[in-house]
């Protein structure tokens, strides 16, 4: 599930409440003597539920979905229409609240027999499920989508289907859907380098090599489609050394940045590409500037080994012995690194800070506009490829949207208590005699106001031309201030008596106020036992890490005491044929 990033102290909720409290305004009085035209109505439904889209399109889910709530309850026929109902259930999904979602898409299903509605659930459903990692029947819920797909959902819903039917039974459409498709849409290059995976899986080499080299003709200023097109012709790369081409693989490999995210696994590609070629002053090349980057890259621990091995196998046992010194003590401090970043995971407002800074911290361009209880950098080196783990993507999205909830119930906790207040002040209104009396002297005020400004008049007149234009302003904007202070104590006069809160308010906000505690509790709970689910992922790669340096640890050292031991024979052997010569003169 995916949750976009909202504010908490945004006051949807407090404008409902307020209007729960005070009541709200009844525009049919409007209409009450004239009747109310269709047009009319119809516009006004139509502003009513704008408010909703407005916030749809911002992604501002929450205040959408309260605005939703909200022109339901005063029976708006578009919030209670089918199509509504479907955006409804979406932005559920897209909350992170699959499970109120559900009977919204169950009950469309087993009520409307609108083709396109029909098919806008079975998407939102088939979503509802992939967010919950349920594979098999978000697949399932896709094959029911026939005909006509609504333009709001299609790309998504082709581009959701890559992902999901992992037998290629879609791919037939996929490529129909590019025909409607924009290549502007954000979906178009993912949805060919899906394409590309699904080919594969069912074989289709041709097809699938052809996919991917239109990814990989992407250019642009976008990072991430580059960082697409990059992956695309690493996928090429390895295609063509598997088929044993590993000129087309060198080729494709060259074509990578070496810098970006791929750039280590391309450049160890190239090296050993370039080995099979007997290229290896490229290989070592390609090493020399892995070489250089952080031990936490696994590409960058293989590069160390490999290179003073092919430093030997040129026959320089010199630069080897170095390059083998040199890893030994990369190794032991990768080995302190690993040991460091576990303490860091340990500390126990790392998950929350980790989550809510994750993108900056992922970033190192942004490191300056951040600040942080601990060094991420001693950290984040060793999680790349965990970040490309499902497993733990999962837990780092429950963990956002729980942080986002726990943050957002923490807010309305803390409003309980001005909640109390307005109830309290509600009912302590009244309207007494000295109402009545402010009433009367107000008329008594306003007739004097209107005759001392028609003295203010007479006496502008005898002014000058220039202070006149300034005396006759200032009146004008003191009337106007008047007239909506009498527009005010008129209405006054209409009131019988002040407005009451029905007997059920009461009672009705205690049980919010309880339910609120009880979810935050529950949301509390959920934290706790996902934290630690978070930590065991990063520790696991972690030992993966440490088992993989220790294996290349021993295998430097083995290397340089091999070397040793050939140095000291030719240093003995050449010591002895010295003895030689000289014992022969």
């Given amino acids: ?37 269709d047009s009319v109505l119809r516009s006004r439904q139509a502003l009513e539920y704008g408010t909703v889209f407005y916030d749809f399109y911002q992604q501002d889910y929450f205040t959408a979905l309260v605005d939703h709530e909200y022109v339901s309850h005063l029976g708006n026929p578009i919030a209670l229409g089918d199509q509504s109902q479907v955006l409804k259930g979406g932005m559920l999904v897209s909350y992170g609240v699959p499970n109120q979602a559900l009977p919204i898409f169950e009950r469309l299903l087993a009520s409307t027999h609108d083709e396109e509605t029909q098919n806008s659930a079975w998407y939102y459903l088939a979503r509802l499920y992939y967010n919950k990692s349920d594979a098999a029947n978000a697949a399932k819920a896709l094959s029911n989508i026939k005909g006509r797909v609504s333009p709001d959902v299609h790309a998504e819903y082709h581009y959701l289907a890559t992902l999901i039917n992992i037998n290629g039974n879609h791919l037939e459409k996929a490529e129909q859907a590019f025909e409607v498709l924009p290549q502007t849409s954000p979906y178009h290059p993912y949805l060919r380098f899906n394409m590309a995976i699904g080919h594969l899986k069912s074989g289709n080499l041709v097809q699938a090599v052809g996919e991917l080299e239109h990814v990989a003709s992407y250019a642009g200023q976008k990072e991430e489609l580059l960082v697409l097109a990059d992956r695309a012709r690493h996928g090429l790369a390895q295609l063509a050394i598997q088929s044993g081409n590993f000129l087309a693989a060198w080729n494709y490999l060259t074509g990578i940045r070496s810098v970006g995210l791929y750039s280590n696994r391309a450049l160890l590609t190239y090296a050993w590409a370039a080995i099979k ?45 170095k390059s083998n010194l040199l890893a030994e003590k990369e190794f032991k401090k990768g080995l302190e690194q690993v040991e460091e970043a576990r303490r860091i995971i340990g500390l126990r407002d790392v998950p929350r800070e980790f989550i809510r800074n994750l993108e900056a911290i992922m970033d190192e361009s942004e490191w300056h506009g951040v600040q942080l209880s601990v060094d991420y950098k001693k950290l984040t080196p060793f999680l790349i490829d965990l970040m490309a783990s499902n497993a733990f993507t999962e837990v780092l999205r429950e963990l956002t949207d729980l942080y986002y909830i726990q943050n957002n119930l923490q807010y309305w906790s803390k409003q309980t208590a001005e909640h109390a207040l307005i109830l309290e002040n509600s009912s302590q209104k009244t309207f007494d005699k000295n109402v009545r009396q402010f009433l009367q002297k107000s008329e008594t005020l306003q007739s004097r106001f209107d005759d001392q400004t028609l003295e203010l008049r007479l006496l502008t007149l005898t002014l000058e031309e220039s202070v006149q234009d300034r005396m006759s302003a200032l009146i004008e904007t003191t009337m106007q201030e008047l007239k909506i202070l009498q527009g005010t104590v008129n209405q006054l006069k209409d009131v019988k008596a002040p407005y009451r809160l ?48 220790r294996y290349y640890w021993a295998q430097s050292r083995l290397a340089k005491a091999r070397l040793y031991d050939s140095t000291l024979l030719e240093l003995e052997q050449a010591k002895s044929m010295t003895n030689d010569s000289e014992k022969g003169e």
Avoid at 32 to 37: E, H, I
Avoid at 299 to 316: D, I, P, T
């Fill in 1 to 37: 599930m995916r949750v976009s990033t909202v504010n908490s102290t945004k006051p949807g909720l407090a404008l409902i409440f307020c209007f729960l409290v005070f009541g709200v305004f009844d525009a049919e009085h409007v209409w009450a003597k004239n009747g109310k035209p």
């Fill in 277 to 321: 070629l007997k290229r290896f002053e490229d290989a070592i090349s390609a090493l020399e500037i892995l070489n250089e980057r952080s031990i936490a890259l696994p590409e960058v621990q293989e590069a160390k080994v490999l290179l003073a091995h092919l430093y030997e196998q040129q026959g320089e046992p010199r630069k080897a012995l």
């Fill in 502 to 549: 029905p007997e059920s308010y009461d009672g009705m906000v205690a049980a919010l106020h309880k339910r609120l505690d009880v979810q935050l509790a529950e949301t509390n709970k959920f934290i706790s036992v996902l934290e630690p689910v978070m930590r065991d992922l990063v520790n696991v790669e972690l030992n993966k890490h440490e088992e993989r340096m």
